[in-house]
């Protein structure tokens, strides 16, 4: 079986522009979150997909393998797969699956992307995994960059929001405050019928690529991880994930 990754990344961030390069201990974002994903043992490469030459200049200087993309894409789903057809051109062979890592998770663990993965080497039938990790506490439940998720009792997604989900407006105790964590693995069958699909009403409303799986009826898993994962949507976020990475042994394998 034939697993790669494909880090999605594009300089255009409506929220934060140019994240892709901001430094962290030395190393631009991109390039964290790219050679921690090659650490993973399950992968047989792992390619950054950009639209942009500043980003490929980056990891042509590193000997980290990337590939071009359209600059059309509103989705970064949409940009994988059609990185997934140059990157199999590359290796000379199909890919069977495909994690999608999301260029602005620089705390990505191989450990996690096995996780992600686990599912689909176990049930045939599943198409499409998402992790998703606790939230710090209220005021990332209430901020609207971070994805919520809610579940059904099987695990499945039923709805992803940036708005709190589920509410605690009945005063409820507790209620569960989880967060997507955006390494995506696809079947590569999946992913390519996916990006063929128009954009749904709700993915365009929440902006989260994962409504289009559900709008059309389709299951997504999803894998609750305990690492504390913090991605990158604002300047002020490059601080606290610098602070949190400050002693990381993963940064000593690759040199970030």
């Known amino acids: 079986m034939t697993i790669i990754?494909?880090?999605p990344a594009r300089m255009g961030s409506?929220?934060?522009?140019g994240k892709p390069l901001a430094d962290i201990h030395g190393l631009p974002m991109v390039g964290h979150v790219a050679l921690r994903t090659a650490l993973c043992p399950l992968l047989a490469a792992a390619y950054i997909a950009t639209c942009d030459q500043e980003i490929m200049d980056f990891a042509l200087s590193r000997g980290i393998p990337a590939v071009m993309t359209a600059d059309t894409h509103t989705r970064c789903t949409d940009r994988t797969a059609e990185a997934l057809l140059g990157i199999e051109r590359d290796l000379g062979r199909r890919a069977d699956i495909v994690v999608m890592v999301q260029g602005d998770e620089p705390m990505v663990t191989p450990g996690m992307i096995e996780a992600a993965i686990a599912p689909l080497l176990e049930d045939p039938d599943l198409q499409v995994v998402n992790l998703m990790a606790d939230l710090a506490g209220a005021a990332e439940f209430e901020d609207p960059n971070e994805v919520k998720v809610v579940t059904d009792l099987r695990?499945?997604?039923?709805?992803?929001?940036r708005e709190p989900i589920p509410s605690r407006k009945k005063g409820a105790a507790a209620v569960p405050m989880k967060k997507q964590v955006c390494v995506i693995p696809f079947r590569r069958d999946y992913l390519l019928r996916y990006t063929s699909l128009p954009e749904t009403p709700l993915e365009i409303i929440e902006s989260v690529d994962m409504m289009r799986v559900l709008e059309n009826g389709d299951t997504v898993r999803m894998v609750s991880i305990p690492e504390r994962t913090l991605s990158v949507d604002t300047p002020e976020d490059i601080a606290r994930v610098a602070e949190l990475m400050r002693n990381d042994p993963l940064r000593g394998l690759y040199g970030g």
């Open 5 to 7: 990754a494909v880090i």
């Open 14 to 17: 409506s929220r934060y522009p």
């Open 155 to 161: 695990g499945n997604a039923l709805y992803f929001s």
